[in-house]
């Protein structure tokens, strides 16, 4: 068996074994088990069944993790992305009133389009093409977003009528758990702890258990049927104007998430060629596509690589065998649907606050010396959280950007791309 793994995934040729590739692959399924949890209760808030998308998820996330491990041969694992889910149940069901069964055909659309872009030389130029400024705004963006959900989620910020929001009642039990939670996930990360998100979610779930606020209902069963979600979109939309904006959205960010994803573990990894380069780029970029189409079938927002797979890259892990106890990982996670459904609103919005914080970071890695490039990123990154939809954030960035590149007498610094996407936008924007 040694033998048969060694000439597969190359073990000796990358400097490992199987005993290495073993531990990096737990070490990465523990870094991002927590998706699980969270997904669930983020969907839910579109009306969809937890039990079923507890299943997608788990489901998504191994059998997308097989396809990269055993087609592009790298230790990065996929799953649901954070920041999409939220999109998909804030902004496309509850805001934008589309069905989550329609929402479901958005995603699997935007997938086959990234699959077949990611056959062509183009996926790299349209990332290529866009500002490393308004990319950073856009992951930016989505933090600050996901951190306004989790404080209403845990009411820690509530509505008002006349400052639209206001702070809650910070004497609550789930306001006080939310944000020790939070603390929690925060301390066990900067100390390097396996497992620090997930940790911290159970450990606030617990202490709410006596004080009345979570109901237990065990912890192992039979996994939940998957039928609720399975194969059900609803394709009667997609050609509408707003739906096409949509769907190049979840294009846009996917493909923003996936560039820096490969880029960030390879390098940490030593997997990057003498100039920089990833080696069987198109394959990585293949097996992510067809994640989000094995998704949304499935039931489940967007799926992508994961940025935690760094964890494992440190931990040793250089191969696709990384990948596949990972899979196998998330498969045994099937078993544990009802911890996955205990877990309470305030648990997971600690963990959406954390990541928040995490993803926000790209802010401070603006060109604030030019302002035709910092503003627009501002604009794009503020704009999400305070209209509620990311598509508006985007927009609103590529316009500003368009505007003040031409008005600078800049517009040199615009790419085509830039300019066609603003001019969409606006149209959108003035169409309704």
């Known amino acids: 068996m040694n033998d048969f793994l060694d000439r597969y995934f190359g073990l000796k040729q990358h400097g490992t074994d199987v005993r290495t590739e073993v531990i990096a692959g737990v070490t990465t399924f523990l870094t991002m088990v927590y998706i699980v ?11 969809m069944d937890k039990g079923a998308v507890f299943v997608a998820t788990c489901i998504a996330a191994a059998v997308s993790t097989l396809i990269m491990a055993l087609y592009a041969n790298y230790p990065i694992a996929l799953a649901p992305g954070m920041g999409l889910n939220a999109f998909f149940a804030f902004t496309l069901v509850l805001s934008y009133k589309y069905t989550w069964q329609q929402a479901l055909a958005f995603v699997l659309v935007s997938g086959l389009l990234a ?3 990611s056959l062509t030389p183009l996926r790299e130029y349209v990332i290529n093409s866009i500002p490393k ?15 306004i959900i989790a404080l209403e989620q845990s009411k820690i910020v509530v509505d008002h009528p006349a400052t639209l929001v206001t702070l809650g009642d910070l004497k609550a039990w789930p306001a006080i758990l939310a944000l020790a939670g939070f603390a929690l996930i925060a301390a066990l990360n900067a100390r390097g702890i396996l497992g620090a998100t997930l940790i911290g979610m159970l450990v606030v779930t617990l202490i709410g258990i006596p004080l009345g606020i979570v109901n237990y209902t065990g912890v192992v069963s039979l996994p939940p049927s998957l039928a609720p979600t399975f194969l059900q979109l609803d394709f009667s939309r997609v050609f509408e104007t707003t739906a096409l904006i949509v ?7 996917d493909f923003f998430d996936t560039a820096g994803t490969l880029i960030g573990v390879a390098h940490r990894a030593n997997l990057l060629d003498k100039d920089g380069k990833l080696p069987r780029m198109r394959q990585a970029l293949v ?3 067809s994640a989000t189409v094995v ?33 196998a990982l998330f498969l045994l996670a099937l078993f544990f649907s009802p911890l996955a459904g205990m877990i309470p609103a305030y648990a997971s919005a600690a963990a959406l606050l954390y990541v928040a914080v995490v993803m926000a970071r790209g802010l401070a890695e603006l060109d604030w010396d030019d302002l035709t490039e910092s503003a627009p990123a501002v604009v794009a990154a503020v704009s999400m959280p305070l209209t509620y939809s990311i598509a508006t954030g985007i927009g609103l960035g590529f316009i500003t950007y368009a505007v003040i590149k031409i008005v600078a007498g800049k517009i040199h610094e615009a790419s085509p791309v830039v300019l066609v996407l603003a001019v969409l936008f606006a149209i959108k924007f003035a169409t309704g």
């Open 37 to 47: 949890f969270v997904n669930p209760a983020i969907l839910a808030n579109a009306g």
């Open 115 to 117: 699959l077949i872009i």
């Open 133 to 147: 400024n308004l990319k950073l705004a856009v992951s930016a963006g989505i933090g600050l977003f996901l951190f």
């Open 247 to 253: 769907i190049f959205t979840l294009l846009l960010v």
């Open 287 to 289: 097996a992510d596509s």
């Open 295 to 327: 998704g949304s079938l499935l039931g489940t927002s967007n799926t992508t690589s994961y940025i935690e797979s760094a964890a494992g890259a440190l931990a040793g892990g250089r191969t696709g065998l990384t990948g596949v106890v990972v899979a």
